[in-house]
């Protein structure tokens, strides 16, 4: 199996929009985003002390994650997200996943 | 179900760095983390730039993944990690997973 593309995309708020952000992205993944070719999963986390939050997904590919970047459909969600929020991207391959000895 | 506890930590090195900040997270993971009480299970990634590590980990419980970070066997690793690597700590609860529609 090919090894997916995974995202770790981390937003930061001030603790008073986090809950604003989880909905926007909540709405983005569920309105257009799951649907994409390519896409796998996702896990939408917020942070315990309210400055963050974290999408970690998974794609098939960079290529087609970039694809459903370029869509039209998701931009509105994300552009009202970085109105407020601060966006940093990390794209990543898994090395080892460890479980419980 | 209790939802578990979410850590996703970030390692930041210079990319000719990368693979020894790999290596000794994995050797700290196996010799003495994944047989901890409270470890359900991590993943391992390394960025597509080379300038990231990052580790994806599940816990029990918040008390239970600081209970680990007191215990001494995992510190040497941990420490010599931070000569190099610059560290950033996320912790989170899940919001909502999704899967392809």
Do not use: C
Request: net charge neutral; charged share 30%; glycine share 2%.
């Amino acid at each position: 199996m090919k090894t997916p593309f995974i995202l770790i995309n981390i937003f930061t708020v001030t603790p008073d929009n986090q809950q604003r952000l989880v909905d926007l992205l909540t709405k983005a993944t569920k309105e257009t985003v799951k649907s994409m070719d390519g896409f796998i999963t996702s896990t939408l986390h917020r942070s315990i002390d309210g400055t963050k939050v974290t999408m970690y997904a998974q794609w098939e590919s960079r290529e087609k994650y970039e694809d459903m970047r370029r869509n039209a459909t998701a931009s509105p969600y994300l552009e009202e997200a970085l109105s407020f929020a601060k966006f940093e991207i990390g794209a990543y391959e898994i090395v080892e996943i460890f479980k419980k000895a």
